[in-house]
């Protein structure tokens, strides 16, 4: 892993594929653990565009049936959270009356899923898990219980593995900090 420019900004190795492939492989573990053999389909939904790549490697990994739903938020502007959540693409599906798996790229202040978390019980959600790869605790408020965490990391500007800065990075397979 070396450096990488993106934009006006050097972003150095902080996270190999290695390490976030075994993150969520234990994810996976907890999720089958808690859903295989269970009567219900539960909605995996990727909240777009950041958890693609975490959404994709999971689903692989599950071991049961499952709907693949979908939907855009967005609250950061360059490499600052505005602190006002935006839904950019709406539910791709309806999830009256069922469990849905949110799967987030990371969670910080934890604004973004509180506001999720409502809008899917709003939508008639029977219940509603957190799901993310990544979790900065330093700067999560703890409004909102996470189910399945992948990795916790520092409160730092990350990119790669589907986050990324002003729309680049998303394609790179390990995650980069900020230099």
Do not use: W
């Amino acid at each position: 892993m070396e450096k990488v420019h993106i934009h006006d900004k050097v972003f150095v190795p902080f996270m190999p594929y290695e390490q976030i492939s075994q993150a969520i492989d234990a994810v996976a573990d907890k999720l089958n653990k808690d859903f295989c053999g269970k009567n219900e389909t539960p909605v995996l939904l990727c909240v777009l565009h950041g958890a693609i790549m975490f959404t994709g490697e999971l689903m692989k990994r599950l071991d049961f049936p499952l709907e693949l739903a979908s939907m855009k938020l967005s609250s950061y502007v360059g490499t600052t959270s505005t602190g006002v959540v935006r839904e950019v693409m709406p539910l791709s599906t309806d999830v009256s009356g069922k469990t849905v798996i949110v799967c987030e790229d990371i969670v910080d202040t934890g604004t973004t899923i509180v506001e999720l978390k409502q809008k899917l019980f709003d939508k008639g959600a029977k219940d509603v898990k957190i799901c993310t790869m990544l979790l900065k605790p330093e700067v999560f408020k703890d409004r909102c219980k996470l189910d399945y965490v992948g990795a916790e990391i520092p409160n730092r500007f990350i990119v790669g593995f589907g986050l990324d800065y002003d729309e680049l990075g998303r394609n790179l397979k390990d995650i980069y900090v900020l230099e």
